[in-house]
């Protein structure tokens, strides 16, 4: 083998050099398949990377994200409005501790809100909440009268004349809940369960002195839709996990933002939009086009195999045998592809950097991308020989000058062999024309 | 005593397929024992280039077989085919068909790398097959740089390289003129006469007769007519079928 290397490299130089306008074609098929291979995997980054930065826009330590409605203010029915709106629409979110215990969510209000406030006549509760003492709503009356238990609609905080029904958060003991019995380390006042339908799940309220002297989130609501595999998990959660300074600065330093502050669900909508507004049809483009060049590298080597196929039946005729051939072409393509992934390597970190400056997004090429590229590349290379070389070992010298057919798989003796065969056989002609000068 | 062939074509069949089934080869018997000078001849569509192809294992019969030395083609691929022709034989194309990248060192150099010669001393063999040829002086040429009758020698030369036993050679002088024609015959004669090579050629002309020891005439896809030389002429003799 390594005898045959020795002297068959020459001759394959000597092969390429022969060559040099296909084998710079094929060369710089190569390079573009890469090229376009690394172009699709650095959108395709891309657009990862920015749709996990807007999940991660949803996301505080603790795995718990807090959300302020736009717009609350003190003493606002909006609150109230906001609370339901989103509970029911849900168009800005609140909590993504979800995924680890459930579907939770949670809404920090505003210390002056009217869910704890004072606002409006209290039509179930019977009295006005104190300040900081946990109240939920549970009816909507507006001006002209409807409403009523479930009936806090989406338009409720378009009436300013109507009424919402609150109640004392009350826990699972029976004990009204205050702010005053709220354990030293945690924010957490205490659980509810609800009695109305339309907030049909457990609500943790925390108290706003348990977060930041800016003191501004008062209370936390959390909901979900399976109350039994949550609650526990939760508490114990709370009980260990929950450091209000862990979760009160970066929420404050998030405040401003707010509005993109969204649910992991919208972000990933919002993700898939945006992939396919820009990245995929990008990324796809150039999917497409490097399949399209890793292609036209079969497509290449095989007419660069029926181009020399002439050399390559003389070459048979001096002895070459197909490991041989396999050899020159491997060591051909070999030469080339390295021409080629060094030239496609160039050209992708250029135009990379090319890409980033005109468009202003982070692109980035990573090591393993360009490696994979070049291995996926090499092993285009590598599969579009192996076509030419089953060619090669198959045909005959007279196959190849094209005198005649090109039967490789034995065409020829099965369509013409039963007769021929039993002429030969026979020893004996079975018609047919025999050529004549 | 019995002298066995060296060249054995037994019951060799040949069609092709061009909208109709042809015939170019018909049940052929055929013997050539070492050291045999056989012209093929016969008119144009007679066979004869199929019949060296077939002989030298660059085609493949649809019936019947070659044996070269005891080895058959039909138990061959064509891997085993091209060792056997590196070895055993050299072949000449009338269109010489050389490398047109390679110089003439170089390509006669190229079967001796085939059979795993390092470039240099696959040259130095090639520079001495050039010399034995007349063409030392011109071996660092190109293909295009040279007549037809050097590129027939160099063609030659490099059929010579692994030091075969048989020379075939396909119309070698068919693309030459008679003046350049003769030195090419005189030069496979002189391989013939004095290195003992077995040489087949096929050709048109009469040019070779003068030096063959058999003229095999083909027809119709048959041998139709032998001579022999007896006594220095050629007789002919009976065409076994």
């Not at chain 1, 900081?132 to 909507?140: A, H, I, M, R, T």
């Not at chain 2, 240099?120 to 037809?148: I, K």
Request: charged share 20%; proline share 5%.
């Amino acid at each position: 083998m390594r005898a045959n290397v020795r002297a068959l490299f020459p001759v394959a130089l000597r092969v390429i050099g022969s060559a040099r306008r296909r084998n710079a074609l094929l060369a710089a098929v190569v390079a573009l398949s890469l090229v376009f291979y690394c172009g699709y995997a650095v959108f395709l980054d891309l657009t990862y990377r920015q749709s996990s930065r807007l999940m991660d826009q949803t996301r505080l330590p603790g795995d718990l994200v807090l959300y302020v409605p736009a717009g609350i203010g003190p003493n606002d029915l909006s609150a109230v409005r906001s609370l339901y709106w989103l509970r029911s629409s849900e168009p800005g979110v609140l909590v993504t501790a979800a995924t680890s215990l459930g579907l939770i969510e949670v809404l920090v209000l505003p210390e002056n809100s009217a869910v704890l406030g004072e606002i409006g006549p209290v039509q179930d509760g019977g009295r006005t909440a104190a300040g900081g003492e946990c109240l939920l709503p549970v009816s909507y009356r507006g001006v002209d009268g409807v409403g009523g238990v479930g009936g806090v609609g989406e338009e409720a905080g378009e009436e300013p004349g109507g009424s919402i029904g609150l109640v004392p958060a009350v826990g699972p003991s029976g004990q009204s809940l205050s702010l005053g019995r709220v354990p030293d380390r945690f924010a957490v006042a205490g659980f509810y369960e609800p009695r109305d339908d339309w907030l049909s799940c457990p609500v943790l309220v925390v108290g706003e002195h348990q977060f930041s002297a800016a003191g501004r989130p008062t209370a936390l609501f959390m909901w979900c839709a399976h109350p039994e595999t949550f609650l526990k998990p939760l508490a114990a959660w709370i009980e260990n996990r929950f450091i209000p300074s862990e979760v009160n600065g970066p929420y404050l330093a998030q405040r401003s933002p707010l509005p993109l502050l969204l649910r992991s669900d919208t972000a990933q909508v919002w993700g898939r939009d945006l992939q396919r507004a820009i990245y995929f049809p990008a990324g796809e483009a150039m999917f497409l086009l490097y399949i399209f060049f890793a292609v036209g590298l079969f497509a290449l080597m095989l007419l660069s195999f029926l181009d020399r196929r002439r050399e390559l039946a003389v070459m048979k005729t001096l002895g070459l045998t197909s490991p041989q051939i396999a050899l020159v072409l491997y060591l051909e393509v070999g030469v080339v592809g390295l021409i080629g992934l060094a030239a496609g390597t160039a050209a992708s970190v250029g135009l990379l950097a090319v890409a980033r400056h005109a468009s202003g997004q982070d692109l980035r090429l990573s090591w393993w991308v360009a490696a994979s590229g070049a291995a996926f590349s090499a092993l285009s290379l590598g599969l579009s020989v192996w076509f030419p070389i089953g060619l090669a070992r198959l045909a005959t010298v007279a196959n190849l000058l094209g005198g005649q057919p090109f039967h490789p798989f034995g065409y020829e003796r099965r369509w013409s062999g039963g007769a021929a065969e039993q002429a030969g056989r026979a020893g004996m002609g079975l018609g047919g024309r025999t050529p004549r000068a | 005593m019995t002298i066995s062939p060296s060249l054995r074509a037994v019951n060799l069949t040949k069609t092709y397929h061009v909208n109709e089934l042809v015939w170019a080869i018909r049940n052929l018997y055929l013997d050539i024992f070492a050291g045999d000078f056989v012209v093929l001849a016969g008119p144009s569509g007679s066979g004869k280039s199929t019949l060296l192809h077939l002989l030298a294992g660059l085609d493949r019969p649809i019936y019947g077989d070659v044996v070269l030395e005891g080895q058959r083609y039909s138990r061959l691929d064509e891997d085993g085919l091209a060792r056997l022709r590196r070895s055993k034989m050299g072949f000449v194309y009338q269109f010489f068909n050389l490398i047109s990248y390679l110089s003439a060192e170089d390509n006669v150099a190229l079967p001796l790398q085939f059979a795993g010669r390092p470039l240099p001393a696959a040259r130095r063999r090639a520079a001495e097959l050039l010399s034995l040829v007349g063409m030392d002086q011109r071996r660092r040429h190109l293909p295009s740089q040279l007549s037809g009758g050097e590129q027939q020698r160099v063609a030659i030369a490099r059929a010579m390289a692994n030091e075969p036993d048989f020379l075939l050679a396909d119309e070698p002088t068919g693309n030459l003129d008679s003046h350049r024609a003769h030195d090419i015959v005189e030069l496979f004669a002189r391989l013939n006469r004095d290195m003992g090579k077995t040489v087949v050629v096929v050709s048109h002309s009469d040019l070779f007769h003068r030096y063959a020891n058999r003229v095999l005439g083909m027809l119709d896809g048959r041998l139709d007519t032998e001579q022999r030389r007896v006594g220095g002429e050629l007789r002919p003799v009976e065409h076994r079928r």
